[in-house]
């Protein structure tokens, strides 16, 4: 039975219930694993905590994020089911920000069918050269078991960088055990990837990645590579998780 709905943008939470409706049509239009809906409830709950806002933490992080896709020789970000579905245009246009960057599908229920669905979706939004589609291309990285072990050797495999959002654990140690620096985009300020990456934005990503975009714009007119690099040097990534926890659990109902 076809089901209309309708969200008046005055609901409270109207930007949640729209990123939840991103998501059901990613998985109806083949982009999101089934267990996608899964991992983006355990989104929204941390969200909630959090209060549906970009902390100061987190935005202290994404200033450091985008001076470390500043100072990068190589930046890779990795695009999976549910960044396809929240946020495919706005990836693409980070993406064409960093300039030097490349955008590379990486799955964790890897099909081909949906490789190929988030690979048109992201070239609806005018970006043809995505890697990490053609099995010639693909090589293993060690230590790790699941789908993503397969990156792109003109890709991932070949970055300083990495921008992963909303990943799981085994490959950001897996890829801070290649030397890569690894920033993520995780609500789940105890998730694995959060506590292993170099830099974690706790944020959704729906918010964080336009919030990147300007930030990089800035640097890109204001900051030297000298004060780029002092940001960086600066970050404390275990504070930013604690800041983002003392939130979550600080809340009272009065
Ligand atoms: O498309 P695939 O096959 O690569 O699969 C993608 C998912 C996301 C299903 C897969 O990577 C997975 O199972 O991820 P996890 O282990 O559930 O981790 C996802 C993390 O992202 C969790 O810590 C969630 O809290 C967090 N998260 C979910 N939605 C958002 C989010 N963080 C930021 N913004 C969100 N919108």
Same mark, same amino acid.
């Given at each position: ?67 470390? &896709? ?5 930046? @890779? /970000?990795? %695009?999976?089911? $549910?960044?396809?579905?929240?946020? +495919?245009? !706005? ?83 897996? &890829? ?5 620096? @690894? /920033?993520? %985009?995780?609500? $789940?300020?105890?998730?694995?990837? +959060?506590? !292993? ?58």
């Amino acid at each position: 039975m076809k089901r209309e709905v309708t969200i008046p943008n005055s609901h409270p939470r109207y930007a949640s219930l729209m990123g939840r409706e991103k998501i059901v049509s990613g998985y109806k239009n083949g982009l999101v694993a089934i267990e996608g809906l899964i991992a983006h409830g355990r989104g929204e709950c941390f969200d909630y905590l959090i209060g549906e806002r970009t902390t100061d933490s987190a935005k202290l992080a994404i200033n450091t994020a985008a001076a470390q &896709l500043l100072v990068s020789v190589y930046p @890779v /970000i990795s %695009i999976n089911g $549910n960044v396809a579905a929240l946020c +495919s245009e !706005t990836v693409c246009s980070l993406h064409r920000s960093i300039i030097k960057s490349m955008l590379e599908i990486n799955l964790f229920y890897y099909t081909k069918e949906r490789e190929a669905s988030i690979a048109a979706e992201l070239k609806n939004y005018g970006v043809d050269n995505i890697l990490g589609t053609n099995p010639e291309n693909l090589i293993k990285i060690p230590e790790l078991e699941s789908n993503r072990r397969l990156v792109d050797r003109k890709g991932i495999f070949k970055s300083d960088t990495v921008l992963v959002p909303l990943e799981d654990g085994d490959r950001t140690l897996a &890829l801070k055990k290649m030397g890569k620096t @690894v /920033i993520t %985009i995780d609500l $789940n300020p105890l998730s694995r990837t +959060s506590l !292993t990456a170099d830099i974690t934005i706790v944020d959704n990503v729906i918010r964080a990645i336009p919030l990147l975009i300007e930030r990089i714009q800035h640097h890109k007119k204001n900051s030297s590579n000298e004060y780029l690099q002092q940001l960086i040097s600066r970050f404390d990534n275990k504070k930013g998780l604690n800041d983002a926890l003392s939130i979550m659990s600080n809340n009272r109902v009065t």
